[in-house]
């Protein structure tokens, strides 16, 4: 299930209704300003944010990520939101005053 909506991502339909579906306004806004940073389709920018969390997502995030699937109505859907929340968080004060 996971697998699939994955592999579909590079697909820019999927990525817009799954855009639509995250129901996330906060998390779809920072994806397209870094999308814009980047000066990138949203779609592009989702697929590989996605792709890259699960490339380099540690045991821990793994174990994290399986649990709130297991909670979830829809576990591909939260896997994603949770994924996106993880990679497009914004930094702490603390963070962002030691760069």
Known sequence: MLGRLIDDLDEPETAARLLR??????????????????????ADVLADTVHGFLDEASDEDWLRLIGLMNRAEDPGLAAVRAILGA???EPTPAAASHD
């Not at 579906?21 to 949203?42: F, K």
Request: aromatic share 0%; proline share 8%.
């Open 21 to 42: 579906t995250l129901e996330e306004p906060d998390l779809v806004g920072r994806l397209e300003a870094r999308a814009a940073e980047a000066g990138r389709p949203v």
């Open 87 to 89: 990679a497009l968080a």
